[in-house]
């Protein structure tokens, strides 16, 4: 019986979150290799209802087409979602959440017996996989001041922590990881990015270009002023004859970040809302720039370079600010122009520099396409599997 390799996350799917967005790209990635992935989720509502699956939680299938066209997967992931029936986490009960259910039920019973390995965010998956004799991989991607069970870190099954940044791995550290247990590995982009689409490329510029305006800036991401929203609306009022689109955000944050747009009388930005990953892709290659905008403080000293892997991939000129996170990329021939943060005045003035020394290419830049092919998520996925013992890897199939 083939034995899978577990991915978890305690969250209904599909939904835009950035980390939600990374956990199905990393599963994508290992099935991608060749390795029996399963993405395990929960399921509320009407469809955690169906006899079948509450009799058989554990049933790895392929994805509908609403998830696998939202996250961009392909055909030979599987998933399996977690029927979580009312009343688990509606009432405010240990026994009545799905971190209980997930753990000690589930788990044990149904997933344990098929599982090979785990790789998940969540600490507490870690813990029951470890305690029913299964080896974890686990990822920590945010500063977090909880002390990690010494029981847990240097028992054997615990193969490796990843994160993303110095700063959180020095933090994971202090709070009881052992060093040779945590590694820092940037997030993967998916390969989609790298596939041309000029003709949804064309359909967008002529959806998005009007009012004699010939040059189209986009940003995508979380819809957060720490990301350099708000910068980007000055940007735009400063610079009306270029058309600006911001792709991302719930409904909330884009009715807000509209209506600021609206106060400040800046009529040369569009907020698009989330989009799904083959959109975006095409999106990205419609720009004659990408923005990357993000502001300094502490969001900055985490903050992966996962979206300008996106945008490199694309092969579109990119002008981003100088952060820590991405200090390592200021010397490559992928971002075309670098500012300071917090200045919307010079993050104008270099815009409209690198539309005169980067025009758009149709094709793409080849030097950004080249260089961010390292950065894939299977090749990511690799180095992980590379830190843990040949004995608990998972099969081939």
Known sequence: MTKHYIFFTRNVLPQAQAHLVQVAHTANAAANLGYPAVLVYLQKGLKALNPIDLIFPFRPRKPDEELAKFYNIQDKLKVAPLPMPWPIDFVNSKLANSSTLATKYYFPLHILPKTKIVHTRDWNFVKAAIAQGIPAIYEHHHHEEKKFEPEIVKSPLFQISVTVADTIRSTMIQNGMPPEKVIKLHNGFNHLFLERQPEKAAEWRQKLLGNKREHLVVYSGALHEFKGVNLLIDVAKELPEIQFALAGGNEDQVKKYQKLAQEKQVENIA?????????????????????????????????????LFDYMASGTPIVSSKIPPLKEFESTKAVAGWCEPDDPHQFAQCLQQVLQT??????????SMEFVNQFSCENRLAKILSYVEDSMRPTLV
């Open 358 to 367: 980067h025009p758009r290419k149709p094709e793409g830049y080849a030097d």
């Open 271 to 307: 907020f698009l809302g989330h989009l799904t990953q083959d959109k975006l892709a095409s999106l990205l290659q419609a720009a004659d720039i990408l923005a990357h905008p993000h502001l300094s403080g502490e969001a900055a000293t985490f903050t992966s370079p996962l979206k």
